[in-house]
């Protein structure tokens, strides 16, 4: 194929939303049997580029080619039918249809003109098949995971046939094992002379999979690169503007100090399981620990702190919180002992999307100072500040509506919920999911802190360098089963990965 | 297990189903003459207009809407058929399509305001219920007879079915459309999307569904559907007059609603809408047999059930919600 051939091109592209100028002339360029990473910090304006190509929000000005011809999609539908398919950051299916219609919904086969149910189950057997997913696909998708709802879209993409593929972020909540196959695909289709955008933080995919790297900044173009010629740091360094100050230094003194002190038992689980989701665990929790859970997909670590938390509610087993046995039977009870837990689940059980960012931050803190009790505006305002720049929450500001920040910022925006109601035990489930490496390793610095200050926090993430990094020990899950505890000089990951895989 | 959690979403459907029977066999245990299949084709013959109506409510509900114009829709269609008939005196043929014609367009009109001017569909509906109520006082403040020899034949008309019993005209048109709704809602694209929709409209519309032109469609569809249900409900009543149909909107948000489709949207029965229609028309035959009681007694008990089956919903929802995530 000759050099000048580009299968998407986009010139000067322009998007401004109230407040902020999303993308300032930016180009793209696509050729065919292309993978391309797409890479910038939360709030560089990646998502906006892929919706503005699709036809989800208009443009401004700019040119969009396919193919040569000249384009204006009008709605991801128009787009599809361009040869355009998309998934978009966060999952975007119908949780009450089945999985077999969310793969087909909009394309169903047709048998005689009325659809062939039979049929779509079948060929969404298969598709999933490829991805190694042995689901029923008859249940309603509701009934399944973040994780695997992620495969269904990516399932769904895979299957219309288009000359151009975009994902944005659909690795987030994916395994190693998943992400691997999902590449797999990704290079055949790519063999076929499919072009694909691919968005993600994961330094280590990008490098995985991708032959180019366009970086944006601010919603600025800072360069398109060939992926072999770009070293890591450099990569880094051009998303974020400056250079990358490690993590490494910092921290390694942090934990020792951590393990110093951490002979004060703050939580003590014993036998405490839920039937069909976890079985019954010991764990013990001391004050100013980070306790790592680690497992795979699925292997019950998010179960485990529903369990804790109240939500799945224990149907054996005891709780003792310093000492004291208590009764959990819901989040309520689980607040009011002093837990805090940031769910996985931001899109559903996360953020209020009509609600500004300040008063998506306020409120757990107003659940638990209750409901009558007035915070008042201006100490709301500094609140709010403190934690939008703590965390570099790029927003508009504390009143912008959170459903028009990144999605990585809404992530943000959640955190910052939990920490300001000062728990004495928190758990994060998936903190840093959909975090650019910048802001992740602000994350992490800020949770060893909190541990400093005596703050118990249970840390569940399926980045395993992430884990080593923030934990002072660790739980390792199986298929639903806690089957060992690992501490010390252990923590290292290529042990921890036996020990998860189980050799 | 699977079977456990299949029958969440049809617990509701299931009630009414059972509840119905119940009922039916109740109404046979304590009254002479109950038990014939001739009073259980009566209560189809008596709700054949609502049967209709309720079908493309249930349509709306399942989109997430509402459609409270219904009600007054029909009384502009007997209004409107029957000036055209007995005053302009035109022929049914003409009357008839161009009824359905006019109640689908008001539909439709209805829809591209919602959509298009994101306006709440009940404050839409609620313009269309007093707009299509008032016109019919334009066309006469009195009532209006249908003489028409062709609904009068209609009217009148009983289709013998074996052992003795009998059925309407209307019967069989609510029997037709419900066999539509139901291939329609399970096996087009349209019927899929619609569900989607109501599902969730964002997730729906970067699925590439054609969001808007389902919406508009689907109060187009339930203006045809209270149309159709005007004809025939002219034929039950053979007269036109502004009062005709008062609060049936009611009546036909809650067979949905007893027979399984909640308000919330994405989830909804064609057959549990039917069953929905039949409780009621049970329990005012109950209280017909019973002689003593009024009326009125239907919409208390109607009311209970509504109450019943809202608890049994959030019931419902609550325990899916706390067993969501269990693959
Ligand atoms: N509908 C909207 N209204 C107002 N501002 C918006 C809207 N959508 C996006 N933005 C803003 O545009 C900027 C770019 O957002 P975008 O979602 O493209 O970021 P991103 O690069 O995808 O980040 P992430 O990695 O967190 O997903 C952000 O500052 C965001 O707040
Ligand atoms: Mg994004």
Redesign the pocket.
Known sequence: MDDAYFLLKAKGICKA??G?K?LNNVEFELKPGEIHCLM?E???????LIKVLTGVDPLDAGDIFLDGKAIAPKSPHHAQQLGISTVY?EVNLCANLSVAENIFIGREPLRFGSIDWKEMNRRSQELLAKLSLGIDVTQPLERYSVAIQQMVAIARALDISAKVLILD?PTSSLDAQEVEKLFGLMRKLKKQGLGIIFVT?FIEQVYAVSDKITI?RN?ELVGSYETVNLPRVQLIAKMIGKAFDGFESSCKTLKLDILQESRNNFLRVRGLGHKGSIHPFDLDISKGEVLGLVGLLGSGRTEVARTIFGIDKADSGEIAIEGQTVTIQNPADAIQHGLAYCSENRKTEGIIENLSVRENIILALQAKVGWMKYIPKKRQDEISKKYIELLNI??AGPEQLIK??????QQKVILARWLLTEPKLLILDEPTR?I?VGAKVEIQKLILSLAETGMSVVFISSELDESVRCSSRMAVLRDRVKIAEISGDEMEEKYIMQTIAGV | MKKMQLSYKYINLMITVVLFFALFAAGSVLYNGFFSTQVLLNMLIDNAFLIITAIGMTFVLIIGGIDISVGSVIALVCMLSAYLLEIQHLSAIIVIPLMLLMGFLFGLVQGSFIHFFTIQPFIVTLAGMFLARGLCYVISIDTIMITNPFYQFVATYRIPLPFGNFISISVIIALVLVLAALYLSNYTKFGRAVYAIGGNAQSAMLMGLPVGRTKVLVYGLSGFCSALSGVVFSFYMLSGYGLHAMGLEMDAIASAVIGGTPLTGGVGFVTGTLFGVLIQGVIQTLIMFQGTLSSWWTKIAVAFLLCLFIVLQRIVVFRKERTKSIS
Request: neutral net charge; without cysteine; aromatic residues 4%.
């Open positions: 939303f109230p902020v999303a910038g939360n709030g560089a304006g990646k998502s906006t950051q972020e933080h944006l919603g790029k927003t028009n920040l990144s999605g990585g910022n959909g650019d």
